[in-house]
């Protein structure tokens, strides 16, 4: 089962409050997870929608259409 887009914004948000312990390095990673939910937002997908089916059927998240 994958990722939402609501619980990649909770791994981010998280990833982000542990930022101290787990180091800087994490960085890209939490850019990544923001991008992502932000993006595919934008792009009319709901929170409930899973993040990683939408990137293996199109191969990037550019190639994801506009949910209608």
């Keep these: 089962m994958g990722v939402t887009i609501l619980?990649?914004?909770e791994n981010a948000s998280m990833n982000l409050d542990n930022m101290k312990a787990?180091?800087?390095g994490i960085l890209p990673l939490v850019k990544s997870q923001l991008d992502n939910a932000r993006r595919l937002l934008e792009k009319g997908y709901g929170i409930d929608d899973e993040v990683e089916p939408l990137l293996e059927k199109y191969g990037n998240l550019e190639s994801v259409p506009d949910k209608e």
């Design 7 to 9: 619980e990649a914004l």
């Design 22 to 24: 787990i180091g800087m």
